[in-house]
């Protein structure tokens, strides 16, 4: 018998709310019914190790730890909100913070930070206008701030800032898009991997249209120190959208500004579940370059992705290199 919307809600609780995924009807037709069959003889493919509980995570060892709230991140994957360009010049600090951080449940990584957190605050302007960042550096190593997109040459960001000063950038922003910021000096992929990363979002002169946004940035934490990662994490904590999943009302437009700042790992990938996206890479153009449900990225290239979830449910995330997926980077998308 199918349930219906009013017989789920009725039912209230706990009972009710996980009802809810399964109280849509399903819109064609009947279901088959299932079929019983005999098991053939097996070829003795071991198993042992698969997950049996249909309530596993997918990666137990690679969840945030039990203290974190619900909500207590938001502000990592929340861009602030588009404001009118102004002549006066933006401003953003991205000074330094050497900070121990947790980036899955008993896993600490010593971390080289924008500002304490990872990926670094974002940065939002307006395609034409003046920014100004300040980078402090109050680490015991030299660091710098480089950003992709176009600018004055002589702002680039390779020269180090010395432990213990400081230093002005002074952009233009553009071009229109996605463009990350990350340290420059050399190891060039230790000072990524240990945190220095975050994104600029450049709008048009007319706004993109009104949307949920989030920022998703995929990056790699290396734990035991053998220079290949061991905790992959959106926005710098493993399994935070498994636990906690992202939520978007069902049939409204959702904007995802995707970055991939994984070093050293040479390719990863952002694949949504259950529903398809306007893909537009380096949101440089504002039509889009394809339609799909996955996209794949090389360190520091980014997309912007726009679609609509239809239908309430939950649609997992993930990038598509299952070590990856496993150890941290698993989500959910929830329509409600
Ligand atoms: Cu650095």
Known sequence: MA????DVFGLGGIAGALGLLAAVEWPFGKRSAAKSFTLGTPLG???SSDASDAAATYASRFVPPGYLAAGSRDALHTPPPWTPPSAVPREFDLSVVETSLEVAD?????????GGTVPGPVVRATVGERIKVFLGNRSNCAHSVHFHGAHDVSQD???RVLKGESHWYELEAGPVGLHPYHCHIPPYARHVGKGMHGLMIVDPLEPRPAAHEFVLSLCGFDTDGDGSNDVYTWNGMAGYYERFPLKVPAGE?????LTNMVE???IASFHLHAQTFDLYRSGTSMTPAEHTDIVSLGPAERAILEFRL????RYMF???QSRMAERGAMGWIVAI
């Open 106 to 114: 008993g896993q600490t990584v010593a971390a080289w930070t924008y």
């Open 310 to 313: 239809p239908r309430r449910g």
């Open 318 to 320: 993930h990038p598509h």
């Open 157 to 159: 960001g390779v020269a």
């Open 3 to 6: 349930i219906r919307r009013r």
């Open 264 to 266: 050293p790992d040479p």
């Open 45 to 47: 493919i071991d198993c």
């Open 253 to 257: 437009l959702v904007r995802i500004y």
